[in-house]
């Protein structure tokens, strides 16, 4: 092996770090009471965790078992909000000196107030492994030519570029550029693997078609990594994305205040991976703040288990998931999302149920003479929430529209249990996501 050459499995080996991915789950999790250890007693660097653990009652020798980790206060976006605002620039959940930190993302959220996340060397590295093993999971190999079709600037995605280096994969900074451009570095390159949101996927593949381009045969792509957005992990979505360009899609789960991609699809998709070395997973009901049994819906609270800079312990995403922690068919043994629902905020209550725009998406994907795209409009009926479906019905499609609406509703009805009205538009009537799509319009709010 040439000296310059980074370590990486051979081509065809499963694993990118056999030993830790499919280590038994009691192992594991010895493993994680001893990094969870750590990471409390590097806490007390932090004026922000010495002040709210003393408050709890909590010292690091009083730290015994994992479970002793429900006796920690919960933290979310907005605590490192006000605590970057009290202490200036990085905030006090900080653990060490300004002069080990190497690097900075910040994301703005819903807010648009950026918040800090910093990273020591150690930090950095341990991530890229982290990605290199996500991507290798998911079949990226030394062969590949990787497109990184994400925004660089402050956005903790960025970097995870360096992830697919690390397997040895010919990698094209591509960034958020014109899809003009993109495709034409897809094609110029040959290009078989990029990373984007699912809606972006689509509607690139849709563009793609509109210049003459068929994503299937003119394009190298064979593999699409999403995340940002619940339809990676819908199969009905997932199946028509992959039909569109010939490829298979994986979805990842990243979280702006961690790392670009926390979990991901392995080649059986069927749930995304955690790295339970570097995350604890905890899923809770979000008002009781008791532990969800595996399989139900529950918020997602993680504990970084290897972050120095600033570990984040306890910390409330307010996505709701659920998981399992069978041993996948692909050999591993960490913990698996089957996809994220949906926010909390993004929660609907109609009729009395818990609805989530994923929940329709589903239905709506699965009609082949509807296009896909779909809008929920929330309004109020005599005190009620009251939902309103729009699709839109595909080109040449010219059977009765009000059979249609009636065919969704009935689909919706069978999976959720409530009547929505549904509204089928004519083709390209809803506007089409470069990014992120906003899906609900809640006019109750306006
Ligand atoms: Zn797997």
């Given at each position: 092996m040439s000296k310059h050459r980074l370590w990486r499995p051979a081509g065809y080996a499963p694993y990118w770090n056999e030993e830790l991915e499919t280590m038994p789950r009691e192992k594991l999790k010895a493993l994680q009471l001893k990094l969870l250890k750590e990471t409390i007693a590097l806490a007390y660097n932090s004026p922000y965790y010495r002040a709210t653990f003393a408050a709890a009652g909590i010292s690091p020798d009083s730290?015994?078992?994992?479970?002793?980790?429900?006796?920690l206060p919960f933290i979310n976006k907005s605590t490192l909000r006000k605590r970057q605002e009290t202490s200036p620039p990085y905030g006090d959940l900080t653990c060490v000196p300004s002069d080990d930190m190497v690097y900075l993302s910040a994301s703005s959220g819903s807010t648009g107030v950026p918040t800090a996340s910093p990273f020591t060397w150690q930090d950095f590295e341990e991530w890229q492994d982290y990605e290199a093993r996500l991507f290798w999971s998911s079949g990226l190999r030394p062969s590949d030519v990787y497109c990184h079709s994400l925004q660089f600037t402050m956005f903790v995605g960025g970097p995870d570029v360096i992830g697919a280096m690390k397997v040895g994969a010919m990698c094209l900074w591509g960034g958020a550029i014109p899809s003009e451009r993109l495709l034409d570095i897809l094609q110029k390159w040959r290009v078989t693997a990029m990373w984007t949101t699912p809606s972006y996927a689509w509607y690139l593949g849709e563009t793609a078609q509109a210049q003459g381009i068929d994503p299937m045969t003119d394009l190298a792509i064979r593999k699409i990594f999403v995340a940002?957005?619940?339809?990676?992990?819908i199969p009905e979505t997932r199946q028509r994305i992959e039909a569109l360009w010939g490829a298979e899609l994986y979805d990842y789960y990243g979280l702006s205040d961690i790392f670009g991609a926390c979990a991901g699809m392995c080649e059986a998709k069927e749930g995304l991976h955690w790295a339970e070395d570097h995350i604890l997973v905890e899923v809770l009901d979000p008002d009781s703040g008791e532990e969800v049994s595996e399989g139900e819906r529950g918020e997602l609270v993680i504990t970084s288990?290897?972050?120095?800079?600033r570990p984040l312990i306890r910390f409330r995403t307010g996505d709701i998931v659920s998981y399992t922690t069978e041993r996948c068919g692909c050999g591993r043994t960490h913990l698996r999302l089957h996809g994220v629902h949906g926010r909390v905020d993004d929660m609907l209550i109609i009729s009395g149920i818990n609805v989530f725009p994923s929940d329709i998406e589903k239905v709506v994907r699965q009609n082949?003479?509807?296009?896909g795209e779909y809008r929920l409009v929330v309004s109020e009926h005599k005190h009620l929430a009251q939902l309103t479906v729009e699709v839109e019905r595909v080109e040449g499609f010219n059977s009765s529209a009000e059979q249609l609406a009636e065919r969704v509703t009935v689909d919706i009805y069978r999976i959720l249990g409530f009547k929505p009205q549904v509204a089928v538009l004519p083709p390209n009537s809803l506007e089409r996501a470069t990014h992120k799509a906003k899906r609900v319009v809640d006019l109750r709010k306006q």
């Open positions: 730290f015994k078992r994992l479970e002793d980790l429900k006796n940002g957005e619940p339809g990676g992990s288990l290897k972050k120095r800079a082949h003479h509807l296009t």
